[in-house]
Every structure is written in C-alpha cells, then in structure tokens.
C-alpha cells in the first residue's frame, strides 16, 4: 500500500492560485504513475491531472488544460498540482492517487489520499 497525503487546500478567490502537496509514502515503488482527482458536491469524481513517475510526462483533462500544472519531486516521493486561474466550478476537493499509469489515467488507481478541500468564490 501507499500512503498518500494532501495539504494545500483552502479558499480563494475567482482568477487566484492554490498549490496541492502530496507526500507519499510506503510502498511507492509499486506504483509508476501519480495523479489528482477531484469531486465536487452532486458530482462524480473526475480525472484532473496525472504524471508518470519515470520520465515525467503529463495528463489533464480538458477542463484545466493550461491553467494547472502537476510536477513531482521523486527525490521526495512529493506531487503537486499549481492552479492558477481558478474559478468557482473549480471548488471540489481535491484527492491524490497512485497507481500504474493506465489506471490513474482512467480514473482507477488503487492508492487514494484522504482529500482536501478547494473552495473558489466568485
């Protein structure tokens, strides 16, 4: 298992920035991919960002394309997620996942954080 951790959260206004952390920690070298979720209230969770830990490309969907950025640290078993241009549709919270690549871009990752919370006011 892999235990993940995220902090960075909280309430920002429209057209502001946040930084996610998530530390990782136990049995990371079973996983070779590393992404962020999110779910907003009423919603299903969805796929926002995934990075594969080896050479470092990434994955967004469409709905943050060019205003969030994931990078990882390896050196730390660290992943971010840089938001920049937030809007209020953004607010969900926002969950760390581990896994092999395939499952963490199709939203099946087997290692999940407990979440944080992204409140974006307008």
């Known amino acids: 298992q892999v235990q993940l951790v995220e902090s960075g959260g909280g309430l920002v206004q429209a057209g502001g920035s946040l930084r996610l952390s998530c530390a990782a920690s136990?049995?990371?070298?079973?996983?070779?991919?590393m992404g962020w979720f999110r779910q907003a209230p009423g919603k299903e969770r969805e796929f926002v960002a995934g990075?594969?830990?080896?050479?470092?490309?990434?994955y967004y969907s469409a709905a943050v394309k060019g205003r969030f950025t994931i990078s990882r640290d390896s050196a730390k078993n660290a992943l971010y997620l840089q938001m920049n241009s937030l809007k209020p549709e953004d607010t969900a919270v926002y969950y760390c996942a581990a896994g092999r690549l395939r499952t963490v871009v199709h939203g099946t990752p087997s290692n999940w954080g407990q979440g944080t919370q992204v409140t974006v006011s307008s």
């Open positions: 990075i594969a830990w080896s050479d470092g490309t990434t």
């Open positions: 136990g049995r990371t070298f079973s996983s070779d991919a």
